[in-house]
């Protein structure tokens, strides 16, 4: 079963906006929503964007998301010294019998 | 409040199996399903397959199937992974998360239980 592919780092300085993509295929992305999960080191990972580009309920507004097509992409805008984490991107595939699948993560770095 | 309580961390050797499991509290059990992804060391994400408490419905990722065993007790609220034929590259912290209403996304993790495989 495939992966989405995202890069593998990013980085920015406080204030600066950050942005990862995320490349799937018609039969992730292309048919499904995305979500994006934050993941902060020796945590469980955390859901932040979900259906594309809504914010559960205490994810600040700095963080955002987009789809077009079979690519998506997360924005984090006013980067933060405590974004530095691990980012997956995520949809549901509807081949075969249907599965999940996470993007190779991006690992965020705040210079 | 919603929250999901693994069970602690287990070493096993090559060939054995292991049953990872994880009470959910603060919702309705049956109403949601429950999922379960695994992490090995440095590594992404990866999802293994779900199950639905509601009537015991689950599907398993192909990599997965023949080996992993998705139960779910709902007189105690728990979901269970049991994971066969353990080899060494089985070793990973293993979650379980529960599915948003409405969406497929999960909105709330456990802790993570850590599997080692070593002979």
């Known amino acids: 079963q495939s992966v989405l592919t995202q890069p593998p780092s990013a980085s920015g300085t406080p204030g600066q906006r950050v942005t990862i993509s995320c490349s799937g295929s018609?039969?992730?992305?292309?048919?499904?929503?995305v979500n994006w999960y934050q993941q902060l080191p020796g945590t469980a990972p955390k859901l932040l964007i979900y259906?594309?580009?809504q914010r559960p309920s205490g994810v600040p507004d700095r963080f955002s998301g987009s789809k077009s097509g079979t690519s998506a992409s997360l924005a984090i805008s006013g980067l933060q010294s405590e974004d530095e984490a691990d980012y997956y991107c995520?949809?549901?595939?509807?081949?075969?019998?249907?599965?999940?699948?996470f993007g190779t993560g991006t690992k965020v770095t705040v210079l | 409040q919603v929250q999901l309580v693994q069970s602690g961390a287990e070493v096993k050797k090559p060939g054995a199996s292991v049953r990872v499991s994880c009470k959910a509290s603060?919702?309705?059990?049956?109403?949601?399903?429950m999922h379960w992804v695994r992490q090995a060391p440095g590594q992404g994400l990866e999802w293994m397959g779900w199950?639905?408490?509601?009537?015991?419905?689950?599907t398993y990722a192909q990599k997965f199937q023949g080996r992993v065993t998705m139960t779910s007790d709902t007189s105690i609220t728990t979901a269970y992974m049991e994971l066969s034929r353990l080899r060494s590259d089985d070793t990973a912290v293993y979650y379980c998360?529960?599915?948003?209403?409405?969406?497929?996304?999960?909105?709330?993790w456990g802790q993570g239980t850590l599997v080692t495989v070593s002979s």
């Open positions: 995520a949809a549901w595939d509807d081949s075969l019998h249907g599965f999940y699948v």
């Open positions: 199950i639905y408490p509601n009537n015991g419905a689950t």
């Open positions: 998360a529960k599915v948003s209403a409405g969406v497929v996304a999960f909105d709330y």
């Open positions: 259906s594309n580009n």
């Open positions: 018609s039969s992730d992305i292309g048919s499904n929503a």
């Open positions: 603060g919702y309705t059990f049956t109403g949601y399903y």
